[in-house]
Each structure stands twice: as C-alpha cells, then as structure tokens.
C-alpha cells in the first residue's frame, strides 16, 4: 500500500484546520492553502496556540510542537501542492465549487495524488463526475472538532477505486482517528444513522405526549442518552438541523422513516434556532440553559390495590416485579377488580388500542414503559390516555415514584417517548445494514462514535434490548398509528425471525 508523506488541505476554516492539526502531529507534511490567504495564517497561528497549550500541559515536547508547526506549510497558490500524495478540500460545502477545485487540481498534481472530499451533504460520486479521472476521488468525512471527534467515514463513489478509499482507511489509523467504510448514500452512515432521534422526538412533540424538556428528560434518565433531541438541535441550531432534515428525506424521495417535521420550519421562520440566538427550544438566559424544576410527585394513597395486565409477557413481568421490590403485591385476579388501578405495559402500543382490545376500564388504566428495565434511580415512565381519571394517574405516579426514582407522565402514545425513539434509531441502522452501506461493526463504530449514542451503536443496542422487542415496539407502532415510518426494516424483522444478532452478516458472506 501506498505511503502518503505528503497532503495537500485546501481549506483552512474549522475543518481544514483539524486535519492539518492531525496529520502535523502524525508526521505528515501539510501543504496548506485557502483562497484567503490570511485564513491560512490564522490557521497556522491557532495551531501554534494548540500546540503551546499542549506543551504547557506536558502532552508534547517543546521539540515536538516545533516540528510539528513546521511540517504546516503554507501555499500562496493551488501550484504548490504539486508534490502531495493526496489533497484533502474542506471548502465550501458546493457541488460546483468542490467539482472546479478538484479539476483544476487535475492539472497541478500527479496522476497518482488521490483528491478526497470532506463534504458531509454532497454526493462523492457527484464531485468525481467533475473530474477526468473519477476513480481517484475519494469522500473523508471528519467531523467537528476534527482531533476530539475520532472516527472519520471513507466514502467510495461508484466510480471511485477501493484501493484509494484503503488508503485513507490506513492514513486514518496512522492519525490516531477509527475510520470506518461507506458507500455513497445520502448522509453516509453518522448522518444517516442520526434521523431517528430527532425525527421521531419532533413526531412525539407534535402529538402532544409530552413538553420538549420532558421528552429530553427520557431519552437522558430512562434510555441513557448523553441529549435528548431537543437539547440536540439548540446545540447544533436549527438552521443546520432543519435544511438536513429536508435534504435527507428528499434524497431518499420521501422515505416516510424520515419525514421532517413542521415545528422545525416554523422555528426556522421565527429565528428561534438554539443556543446561538439565544433561544431554541430551551432559552438561555446568560449563556444558561433554563429549566423549570419538575413538580414533586404527588400523595401515595393510604391503600392502593394494582392489577398488572398479564398481555406482554416481559412487561408483566418487570411491572409485578417492581410492584413488589415497592412492596405492593399485585392482584392476580384473572380480571381487574372493580376498585383497584390497571397498569397495562405495551410494546408500541398506545393505552386506547390495549383498552379496547382488552375491553379495561379507560377511567383507571395506566400504562408503564418497562422496555428500559425499572431499576431504582432510572426515570420511569407512565402513560395516561385521555379518559384516565386525575386520581388514578397520580395514584400511578405517587405509586411508581415511591424508592424516589424520577417519574414522568405523558399521553398517549403508541411506544411511549423512549421505546419509539429507540426503536426508530435502530430500525434506521438496521436498514443501513440491509442497504449495504456499511457493516454491521461499521455502523456501530461510525454512531457510538459520531453521535455518542449508548450501549456501543444502535445495532449492539438492539441485541442487548431485545431484537424481537424492538420488532415488537415497530409492529406495534406500525398497527396503532398506519403510517409507515414505522415499518421494520427487513434487517431488524429477519434477523429476529432467524435468531441472529443484528449484527451479523450472512453466514455464508
Ligand atoms: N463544520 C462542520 O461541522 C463540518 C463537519 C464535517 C464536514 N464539514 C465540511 O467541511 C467543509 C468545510 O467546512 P468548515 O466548517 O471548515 O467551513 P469554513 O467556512 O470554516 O471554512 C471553509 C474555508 O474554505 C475556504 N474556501 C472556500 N472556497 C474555496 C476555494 N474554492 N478554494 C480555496 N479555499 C476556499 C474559505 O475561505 C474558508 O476559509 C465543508 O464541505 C463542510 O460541509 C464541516
């Protein structure tokens, strides 16, 4: 395999300043250019700063920093990277600027200098069009901060020859960075693998089941999430988040799986776009996110008798389970008494379609999400429809919040707040898996990685939750509602039907 001694970064804003970073650092000769001229001056002063910060706190040696600054060599003119082994843009994010650049460099470097694209919107295949020779083009997706966030995607376009891609894998590792493998589909696999969260977070929001802090709250204390979504798009802003949502689903030609949402287009409009103006869907008073402090729960009732619904076997099992570690033994009456509180645990399922299956009484039925476990601490979650009295739910919340774990109440939804997002991540992974765009190990690397979703990536996530209850979660969905975001991908829906752990490839290969 090829050795790269030197590369050529054209670019030198955020991105291209982190890559010059990374490659200096392991050894790399860096030619670095921008059309303004005093961008690359700033970059190498900034990286100058970087590094001083780092010998001051002993992670690298005078000599090293030194070295390291010299090996970043600024270029006045496209013409002076004629001897790199491989130029990396990081300009503009434009198909015709990306396609100009790389055919003007066709005609500056050699005929074996691979020309890879940091573009994390635009097909690679489409900027190789632009070029005479398509097959050196390759996309090196880094993301931002480009020496904290280690994992970069290698994109092979269709045109594009996998030997180069190999090379920027081995690069990759030698930069201290986890490359991981694509192929050129809209959003490669981090922006592709990112749509559940977001998507189906906004979808909750606009069914009114909970407040945005509320379901934030879920998907931190009760699916293990480092942000919900909504603290997610005020970080990244919705003037980023927005036209992405649009995009993918458009690139995809209306998946329904990615159906944006009109509460983001409506926010765009009023400037309402996260952290950066101040206020998004959280507001920000002095740089600080401002929360309203959650209501303590209410009275436990002096007696209280529960019925626990026997219909999913798992939950029934966690609901009586924890009922009793609250010391309250559940009635096992084959029907709910007359006078005591039903808690039903369904699995994509909404309360009003487990109460009309079942014929319960509407007045005094909950539903508690056990897809996560129950253990003590975790936030827990009950669910009202719109005919449970005030009494019962608050019974169920005083009930369900005894050991002093945090206890949130929704409305009805078909998979609460936490199994339909959870599910939705990874049912998009999954289809990821059964597109070929990348393998199974990739996917889970690129999205633990890229996103910092918990349990190791989406598709591990799923084995240790239960394929089948994600399966189950999807089909429940898909019944209450009839819209087909919620089909399972055929990956997710074979694998359970074979008992296969989603993140195996065919046996056979
Ligand atoms: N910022 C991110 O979070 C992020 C993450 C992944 C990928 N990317 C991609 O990386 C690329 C750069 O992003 P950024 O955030 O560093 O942008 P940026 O605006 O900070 O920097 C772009 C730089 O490119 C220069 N430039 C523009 N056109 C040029 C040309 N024709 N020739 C030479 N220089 C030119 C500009 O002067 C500017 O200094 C984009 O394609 C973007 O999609 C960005």
């Given at each position: 395999?090829?050795?790269?001694?030197?590369?050529?970064?054209?670019?030198?804003?955020?991105?291209?300043?982190?890559?010059?970073?990374?490659?200096?650092?392991?050894?790399?000769?860096?030619?670095?250019?921008?059309?303004?001229?005093?961008?690359?001056?700033?970059?190498?002063?900034?990286?100058?700063?970087?590094?001083?910060?780092?010998?001051?706190?002993?992670?690298?040696?005078?000599?090293?920093?030194?070295?390291?600054?010299?090996?970043?060599?600024?270029?006045?003119?496209?013409?002076?990277?004629?001897?790199?082994?491989?130029?990396?843009?990081?300009?503009?994010?434009?198909?015709?600027?990306?396609?100009?650049?790389?055919?003007?460099?066709?005609?500056?470097?050699?005929?074996?200098?691979?020309?890879?694209?940091?573009?994390?919107?635009?097909?690679?295949?489409?900027?190789?069009?632009?070029?005479?020779?398509?097959?050196?083009?390759?996309?090196?997706?880094?993301?931002?901060?480009?020496?904290?966030?280690?994992?970069?995607?290698?994109?092979?376009?269709?045109?594009?020859?996998?030997?180069?891609?190999?090379?920027?894998?081995?690069?990759?590792?030698?930069?201290?960075?986890?490359?991981?493998?694509?192929?050129?589909?809209?959003?490669?696999?981090?922006?592709?693998?990112?749509?559940?969260?977001?998507?189906?977070?906004?979808?909750?929001?606009?069914?009114?089941?909970?407040?945005?802090?509320?379901?934030?709250?879920?998907?931190?204390?009760?699916?293990?999430?480092?942000?919900?979504?909504?603290?997610?798009?005020?970080?990244?802003?919705?003037?980023?988040?927005?036209?992405?949502?649009?995009?993918?689903?458009?690139?995809?030609?209306?998946?329904?799986?990615?159906?944006?949402?009109?509460?983001?287009?409506?926010?765009?409009?009023?400037?309402?776009?996260?952290?950066?103006?101040?206020?998004?869907?959280?507001?920000?008073?002095?740089?600080?996110?401002?929360?309203?402090?959650?209501?303590?729960?209410?009275?436990?009732?002096?007696?209280?008798?529960?019925?626990?619904?026997?219909?999913?076997?798992?939950?029934?099992?966690?609901?009586?389970?924890?009922?009793?570690?609250?010391?309250?033994?559940?009635?096992?009456?084959?029907?709910?008494?007359?006078?005591?509180?039903?808690?039903?645990?369904?699995?994509?399922?909404?309360?009003?379609?487990?109460?009309?299956?079942?014929?319960?009484?509407?007045?005094?039925?909950?539903?508690?999400?056990?897809?996560?476990?129950?253990?003590?601490?975790?936030?827990?979650?009950?669910?009202?429809?719109?005919?449970?009295?005030?009494?019962?739910?608050?019974?169920?919340?005083?009930?369900?919040?005894?050991?002093?774990?945090?206890?949130?109440?929704?409305?009805?939804?078909?998979?609460?707040?936490?199994?339909?997002?959870?599910?939705?991540?990874?049912?998009?992974?999954?289809?990821?898996?059964?597109?070929?765009?990348?393998?199974?190990?990739?996917?889970?690397?690129a999205i633990s990685l890229g996103l910092g979703y918990p349990g190791g990536g989406p598709l591990s996530l799923g084995d240790t939750l239960g394929a089948a209850h994600v399966l189950d979660i999807l089909r429940g969905m898909l019944r209450t509602t009839g819209d087909m975001r919620y089909r399972s991908s055929l990956w997710l829906q074979r694998r359970v039907q074979l008992g296969m752990s989603l993140r195996e490839l065919p046996v056979a290969g």
């Amino acid at each position: 395999m090829r050795n790269i001694d030197i590369v050529g970064v054209v670019g030198a804003g955020a991105m291209g300043r982190g890559i010059a970073q990374i490659a200096a650092q392991a050894g790399i000769t860096v030619r670095l250019f921008d059309m303004q001229e005093q961008a690359v001056a700033s970059a190498r002063d900034a990286l100058q700063a970087v590094w001083k910060r780092q010998v001051e706190k002993q992670r690298m040696s005078a000599d090293e920093a030194d070295a390291a600054l010299q090996r970043v060599v600024p270029c006045g003119k496209l013409e002076d990277m004629a001897d790199a082994d491989l130029i990396i843009e990081a300009v503009v994010e434009r198909l015709d600027v990306k396609g100009e650049l790389f055919r003007k460099l066709e005609g500056i470097v050699g005929a074996d200098c691979i020309l890879a694209s940091n573009t994390s919107s635009l097909s690679i295949t489409a900027i190789a069009s632009a070029c005479e020779d398509p097959t050196r083009v390759v996309g090196y997706h880094f993301f931002n901060p480009v020496p904290l966030m280690k994992v970069v995607e290698v994109i092979d376009g269709v045109r594009g020859d996998p030997r180069h891609g190999d090379v920027l894998m081995e690069l990759a590792r030698r930069m201290g960075h986890t490359p991981v493998r694509a192929k050129d589909m809209p959003g490669f696999i981090v922006n592709h693998g990112g749509r559940g969260m977001n998507i189906e977070g906004l979808k909750a929001a606009q069914e009114c089941v909970a407040p945005f802090p509320v379901i934030d709250a879920i998907m931190r204390e009760q699916a293990g999430f480092r942000m919900g979504p909504f603290e997610l798009m005020d970080l990244t802003g919705l003037d980023v988040s927005h036209p992405v949502m649009e995009s993918i689903y458009q690139q995809f030609y209306d998946e329904p799986r990615f159906r944006p949402s009109p509460i983001t287009a409506v926010r765009v409009a009023g400037g309402l776009l996260g952290r950066k103006t101040g206020e998004g869907f959280y507001r920000y008073p002095e740089g600080q996110k401002a929360v309203e402090a959650e209501a303590s729960a209410p009275a436990l009732p002096a007696s209280l008798s529960v019925w626990v619904a026997p219909y999913h076997s798992t939950g029934h099992r966690r609901a009586a389970a924890l009922l009793r570690e609250l010391g309250v033994e559940p009635v096992t009456s084959e029907v709910p008494p007359r006078d005591a509180l039903i808690v039903v645990t369904p699995y994509g399922e909404d309360i009003a379609t487990v109460v009309a299956d079942y014929q319960l009484d509407a007045r005094r039925t909950v539903a508690l999400d056990t897809f996560f476990g129950l253990e003590t601490g975790k936030r827990r979650v009950v669910m009202c429809s719109a005919a449970t009295l005030p009494e019962w739910r608050d019974a169920a919340h005083a009930l369900f919040a005894k050991d002093g774990s945090p206890v949130s109440v929704i409305a009805d939804s078909a998979g609460f707040i936490g199994q339909r997002v959870v599910a939705a991540i990874i049912n998009v992974a999954c289809d990821i898996a059964q597109q070929g765009i990348a393998t199974p190990e990739d996917i889970d690397l690129a999205i633990s990685l890229g996103l910092g979703y918990p349990g190791g990536g989406p598709l591990s996530l799923g084995d240790t939750l239960g394929a089948a209850h994600v399966l189950d979660i999807l089909r429940g969905m898909l019944r209450t509602t009839g819209d087909m975001r919620y089909r399972s991908s055929l990956w997710l829906q074979r694998r359970v039907q074979l008992g296969m752990s989603l993140r195996e490839l065919p046996v056979a290969g």
